[in-house]
């Protein structure tokens, strides 16, 4: 995919995931400042663009905090999604357990999608 096509598909996912999530960090409620997260990396191509992979965060809890963040305490933040988003958990879990097939086209942008 060229460049230009890959960054706009990105800024659609990271739009659709923000508004999905009502523009703010779904931790603490922070508006300013927010990052579309990707829950599985997006060098899994089958799930770059997938809804369920991603989670709006604010800059703390995305990659500064050290109490709930994917990046500075992952194990915090598993807790954490088990307890406020355990549906999309589990969507994300299925992929991994399926060895990250999807049924989906790469780029398709599921209308729903868990909001616990």
Known sequence: MPPTKRNKDDRAWSKAIRNRD?????ICGEKKYINAHHLIP???KSLRFNMNN??????KHHKWGNEISPHKNPMAFMVWMEENRPKQLEKIRQFVKNGYETRYETRQMA???PRD
């Not at 009502?22 to 779904?26: A, L, P, R, T």
């Not at 991603?54 to 800059?59: D, E, F, R, S, V």
């Open 22 to 26: 009502d523009n703010q960090c779904v």
């Open 42 to 44: 997006i060098e899994i």
């Open 54 to 59: 991603g989670i709006t965060l604010c800059a």
């Open 111 to 113: 209308t729903t999608s």
